[in-house]
């Protein structure tokens, strides 16, 4: 079935650093790909989307670009800030109307 | 904007209790989801739903239940707790739509103790 892998974390950056976190997916056709986030004690929140392939999706200074020749859609941010610190959620549609999960990076920004 | 509203942000019950976590959506969804987070494993599906009275299993429905009476509200039930369901447990919906996003609400801190 369809499927996404993520990046292994856990990945600690200093603040204004570069960020990429890899993802990469197995899927039938051109799904939408999706970025969802979730920050320390709360629930998922959708980061970006894109929905056909060479689409970009950005949102909150993160980008990612759907690349159909490489099935990647790797999250990029030019210069991350302490407030990102987060756990970042590579997902595609599944089965069942439902989303399927990477395994999570976990993002950790120093000042 | 969607809201998805877990009644509990943190519950601790005893082994044995039967346990009820509430959802609900105010976006007339017809998919809800309760999902199960644990640390290394990821988020996992434990039921689902695309309409009302109408339920599916996902990929753990052991040891839970669900519920589905009215539209916008979606119920997770354990109907014995056990002290390996400790987890935060999130509740999601969506509309009936492929690629659609799915919104989640804020989590449920569940330990059976």
């Known amino acids: 079935g369809d499927s996404v892998t993520q990046m292994e974390g856990p990945v600690t950056l200093s603040e204004e650093a570069f960020l990429t976190i890899n993802c990469t997916y197995t899927a039938t056709g051109y799904p939408s790909l999706f970025w969802y986030v979730q920050y320390p004690g709360e629930g998922l929140q959708l980061l970006l989307k894109?929905?056909?392939?060479?689409d970009k999706g950005s949102n909150k200074g993160f980008e990612a670009t759907y690349r159909k020749e490489t099935t990647s859609f790797h999250l990029e941010k030019g210069s991350v800030q302490v407030s990102d610190s987060a756990v970042y959620f590579c997902a595609l549609p599944g089965s069942a109307r439902q989303l399927t999960f990477g395994s999570g990076t976990q993002l950790t920004v120093l000042p | 904007d969607v809201k998805v509203t877990q009644s509990s942000r943190y519950l601790v019950k005893r082994t044995g209790e039967k346990v009820f976590l509430e959802c609900v959506q105010d976006m007339d969804h017809e998919n809800m989801f309760w999902y199960r987070q644990d640390p290394g494993l990821g988020l996992r599906l434990i039921y689902f739903s695309y309409d009302v009275k109408m339920k599916e299993k996902g990929d753990i429905p052991e040891g839970y239940s669900v519920s589905r009476e009215k539209k916008e509200r979606f119920s997770l039930i354990l109907e014995s707790a056990s002290t390996n369901q400790t987890s935060m447990y999130l509740c999601a919906s969506s509309l009936d739509s492929p690629g659609n996003t799915i919104y989640f609400g804020e989590g449920s801190w569940l330990t059976v103790v």
């Open positions: 894109a929905t056909k392939a060479d």
